[in-house]
């Protein structure tokens, strides 16, 4: 699916495009499967801190089968991982020649003062699109994620239509975005919401494209203010925990959604993906996470994060 922005007047809009597979520098690859099969064959025992978690759900996508789930169409509120859906509409913008990885963007005066996770970016200050991208993944920076929302739409206002269409164009019928970033709206409108199921079909369509994966799976990365290197950690720590397995994708949290993770994994290239909403506190979360990553892979013979493959074999 690609997006194509059309203008008319100060107007702007998409609608569904032709792929095209080797356009402006991404590299587009379609999964195995057509559809996710959404029809659960679930291993209870790969979770035992279940009680932790508001929601979620474990897929396995090389073999397009669902293994866990907690209400998987509840909806929460999502926080950070609303920049999922920003930047693949960024990548697609890229794709389709709106822009490209290079392309120069100022930094508006109201960026500076979005809040939150910042990468803290000054009014007037020039970065390319990657930069912005990787400031938006790996650091969650919200001021960068907010600049290439305006640049690429006009603002922030019409950006979210744009995110909420496409929501409706893959099938998120639960999903509703009122800003780009996922910071909380302080009663101007609704927090940011979606549900496992719906996160699914995001994160599924994001890992088409490497180059998401390229910047989620470092565990830090920099920019430059001027001469001067800002440097910065992903969010994510499983990335740098378990490097050799764990390879995305994207944090979130706010006081109303809890600590939420959309954590992608490729151990022996047998990929899977963790969704996780609403825990408590950063350090449960992600101990539920390897946990349930580490008990999946070992139950499906290719042993736990981080052991050496050499201890183990697919069944």
């Known amino acids: 699916m690609s997006l194509i922005f059309l203008n008319t007047g100060s107007f702007s809009f998409y609608k569904k495009a032709a792929s095209n597979n080797n356009s402006n520098n991404v590299t587009y690859i379609e999964p195995d499967y057509s559809t996710i099969n959404f029809n659960p064959d679930t291993i209870p025992s790969i979770v035992s801190q279940e009680s932790f978690i508001k929601a979620g759900l474990l897929f396995d996508m090389s073999k397009n089968q669902l293994v866990w ?32 990885w290079e392309s120069l963007v100022k930094i508006p005066r109201d960026a500076v003062y979005v809040g939150g996770s910042s990468v803290y970016l000054r009014e007037g200050e020039v970065f390319t699109v990657r930069d912005l991208v990787k400031s938006s993944l790996i650091a969650s920076g919200n001021d960068a994620c907010y600049t290439l929302a305006v640049y690429t739409a006009g603002n922030e206002k019409l950006f979210a239509r744009i995110m909420n269409w496409q929501a409706e164009e893959l099938g998120m019928d639960s999903t509703y975005y009122t800003n780009s970033t996922g910071m909380p709206t302080f009663g101007r409108g609704a927090d940011n919401f979606s549900t496992p199921h719906d996160l699914l079909l995001l994160a599924n369509e994001l890992l088409k494209y490497k180059e998401v994966l390229a910047y989620t799976s470092e565990s830090e990365d920099y920019i ?33 959604a809890g600590f939420c993770l959309v954590a992608t994994a490729n151990r022996a290239n047998h990929r899977i ?7 408590k506190n950063s350090g449960k979360r992600d101990e539920i996470v390897a946990e349930m990553m580490s008990n999946y892979y070992n139950h499906i013979g290719l042993g736990k994060l981080g052991e050496p493959l050499a201890k183990s074999s697919e069944k």
């Open 69 to 100: 789930l907690k209400g998987i169409n509840n909806r929460c509120d999502i926080a950070s991982l609303s920049k999922m859906m920003t930047i693949l509409i960024v990548i697609e913008c890229i794709r389709l020649g709106k822009y490209n």
């Open 224 to 256: 430059y203010h001027g001469l001067d290197k800002f440097s910065f950690e992903n969010h994510n720590t499983l990335v740098g925990n378990y490097k050799n397995d764990v390879d995305g994708l994207k944090t979130g949290f706010t006081p109303g």
């Open 273 to 279: 993906i963790n969704i996780i909403l609403g825990v």
